[in-house]
């Protein structure tokens, strides 16, 4: 069975500050990663996945993630935040040979003017 | 492509009564998902279904039942509704055929909040 484990379930930062939010897995097979997004009050809207190739991905945006197999970690960052960042992030994991995914908590994040 | 509704949008059910949540996709996804939200707890899985008159269980079944009769359509059945259950609910599709359809992303319907008084 895989676990997520997504490290902060809040995040706060200014405008135009850096947003790292975290992200590691355990997983006995080599596994497909994805990040959610999901603004108030609606479902979740896939911002990137990793399943193969290379391990940095980029998203929707101006998102990107890496896939580091030796610390089992799948961070999410973006340079510059934006007002329009302000959403609850969550972290997914499947193994290769199943079709169920297993979400992390989830972190919430807020952007300061 | 509407891609994946769920009606309704909100419901309060008192304690005991049943209800169906309705989850349809027009994108002729085999599978299709339903999950429940708490606050802090991520999405934890209920049921899903790898095609029609194909369901299993997640890890909370308990209180559910589903039923797959065509592609697109994948409700939810609420049996003698308990405090427990409030919750907000997302249905999800997903292509899948055969090996490597694990890659593929899920997507997600707008959900139905459920309050059970």
């Known amino acids: 069975a895989q676990s997520v484990t997504q490290l902060g379930s809040h995040v706060s930062v200014s405008e135009g500050a850096l947003v790292l939010l975290r992200c590691n897995y355990s997983s006995s097979v080599p596994p497909y990663l994805f990040w959610y997004v999901q603004y108030p009050n609606q479902g979740l809207q896939l911002l990137l996945k990793?399943?193969?190739?290379?391990?940095l991905v980029k998203g929707i945006n101006g998102f990107e993630a890496e896939f580091k197999k030796s610390e089992t970690s799948f961070h999410l960052t973006k340079p510059s935040a934006h007002m329009s960042d302000a959403a609850e992030y969550f972290c997914?994991?499947?193994?290769?040979?199943?079709?169920?995914?297993?979400f992390g908590a989830g972190t919430t994040v807020t952007v300061r003017a | 492509n509407a891609g994946v509704t769920q009606t309704p949008k909100f419901r309060i059910l008192k304690i005991g009564q049943s209800m169906t949540l309705q989850c349809t996709q027009d994108?002729?996804?085999?599978?299709m998902y339903w999950y429940r939200q708490d606050p802090g707890m991520g999405l934890k899985l209920i049921y899903y279904?790898?095609?029609?008159?194909?369901?299993d269980k997640g890890e909370v079944p308990n209180g559910y039942n589903v039923s797959r009769s065509t592609t697109e359509d994948f409700p939810l059945r609420l049996e003698l509704a308990a405090p427990s259950q409030t919750s907000v609910y997302f249905c999800a599709s997903q292509y899948g055929q055969g090996e490597g359809g694990a890659r593929y992303e899920q997507f997600f319907g707008p959900g139905t909040r459920l309050t059970v008084l």
């Open positions: 990793y399943t193969t190739g290379a391990t």
């Open positions: 997914a994991v499947r193994r290769g040979d199943d079709y169920k995914l297993s």
């Open positions: 994108m002729n996804h085999n599978y």
């Open positions: 279904s790898v095609g029609a008159g194909i369901t």
